[in-house]
C-alpha cells in the first residue's frame, strides 16, 4: 500500500504541474489582452455607502432617534414586569407601575413625546444641534427611570417573584438608542452651503 502513493503522487504531479502552467499562460494572455483596453473605474462599495451616508446622514440619523423614541412610548403601555406568587402570576407594564408606584415612571412617555413632536415638526428646518441635546437629555433621563425600576424589580423577597420582560428590555435598549442617536446628531459636523 505505501508504494501505491508514491506511484500516485508520481504520476499525478507531472499532470498537475502541466496544468499549473497551462493555467499561468491563459492567465497571461488575457492579462495582455486587457492590457491593450482602457482600465475600468473602480467603485468600492464603502465609498458608495459613504457617500449616500454623508448626503443622507442627518436624515437617517433623525429616523432612528424617530424609531427608538416611538419604540420606548410603544413599550411603555405592554407588559414590563411579571409577578408570581405561589400559583397566581400577574403583569405590570409601565402605565401600571407608573400609576401604582413610581410617579418619575411618568417622566419616559413625556419626554419620549416631546422628542417625536419635535422630529416631526422639525423635519424641514434645520437644527440638529437641538434635536441632539434634547434627545440625548431624555434618553438619558428614561434611561436613569427605567434602570431604577430594574433594580426595584430584582430587589423583591423569595416569596414575591417578579421578572422584567422582554418589553421592558426592548424599551431599554431604544432608549440607549435614542441616547446614542443624540449624542451622533451632536457630534456630527455641519454640512459647508
Given at each position: 500500500?505505501?508504494?501505491?502513493?508514491?506511484y500516485?503522487?508520481?504520476s499525478?504531479?507531472?499532470?498537475?504541474?502541466?496544468?499549473?502552467?497551462?493555467?499561468?499562460?491563459?492567465?497571461?494572455?488575457?492579462?495582455?489582452c486587457h492590457?491593450k483596453?482602457?482600465?475600468?473605474?473602480?467603485?468600492?462599495?464603502?465609498?458608495?455607502?459613504?457617500?449616500?451616508?454623508?448626503?443622507?446622514?442627518?436624515?437617517?440619523?433623525r429616523?432612528?432617534?424617530?424609531?427608538?423614541?416611538?419604540?420606548?412610548?410603544i413599550?411603555?403601555?405592554?407588559?414590563?414586569?411579571?409577578?408570581?406568587?405561589?400559583?397566581?402570576?400577574d403583569?405590570?407594564?409601565?402605565?401600571?407601575?407608573?400609576?401604582q408606584?413610581?410617579?418619575?415612571l411618568?417622566?419616559?412617555?413625556?419626554?419620549?413625546c416631546?422628542?417625536?413632536?419635535?422630529?416631526l415638526?422639525?423635519?424641514?428646518?434645520?437644527?440638529?444641534?437641538?434635536?441632539?441635546?434634547l434627545?440625548?437629555?431624555?434618553g438619558?433621563?428614561?434611561?436613569?427611570?427605567?434602570?431604577?425600576?430594574?433594580?426595584?424589580?430584582?430587589?423583591t423577597?423569595?416569596?414575591?417573584?417578579?421578572?422584567?420582560?422582554?418589553?421592558?428590555?426592548?424599551?431599554f435598549?431604544a432608549a440607549?438608542?435614542?441616547?446614542?442617536?443624540?449624542?451622533?446628531?451632536?457630534?456630527?459636523?455641519?454640512?459647508?452651503?
Amino acid at each position: 500500500m505505501p508504494g501505491q502513493g508514491r506511484y500516485l503522487s508520481r504520476s499525478v504531479a507531472p499532470s498537475i504541474s502541466g496544468f499549473r502552467t497551462l493555467c499561468h499562460e491563459y492567465v497571461r494572455k488575457k492579462r495582455n489582452c486587457h492590457a491593450k483596453s482602457p482600465p475600468l473605474v473602480r467603485v468600492s462599495p464603502s465609498s458608495t455607502v459613504s457617500a449616500l451616508t454623508k448626503a443622507q446622514g442627518p436624515k437617517i440619523l433623525r429616523r432612528i432617534n424617530l424609531s427608538a423614541a416611538i419604540i420606548v412610548l410603544i413599550c411603555f403601555f405592554l407588559p414590563w414586569v411579571q409577578v408570581s406568587c405561589g400559583g397566581a402570576k400577574d403583569t405590570l407594564s409601565g402605565l401600571d407601575l407608573a400609576r401604582q408606584e413610581d410617579a418619575f415612571l411618568w417622566l419616559a412617555p413625556m419626554l419620549m413625546c416631546a422628542v417625536v413632536v419635535f422630529v416631526l415638526v422639525r423635519v424641514r428646518r434645520e437644527s440638529p444641534k437641538l434635536l441632539g441635546v434634547l434627545s440625548t437629555f431624555s434618553g438619558v433621563i428614561v434611561l436613569f427611570v427605567m434602570n431604577r425600576e430594574r433594580m426595584r424589580a430584582h430587589n423583591t423577597s423569595g416569596l414575591i417573584e417578579a421578572q422584567l420582560t422582554g418589553w421592558f428590555w426592548l424599551g431599554f435598549i431604544a432608549a440607549a438608542v435614542v441616547v446614542l442617536s443624540g449624542i451622533a446628531i451632536l457630534l456630527r459636523k455641519p454640512r459647508a452651503p
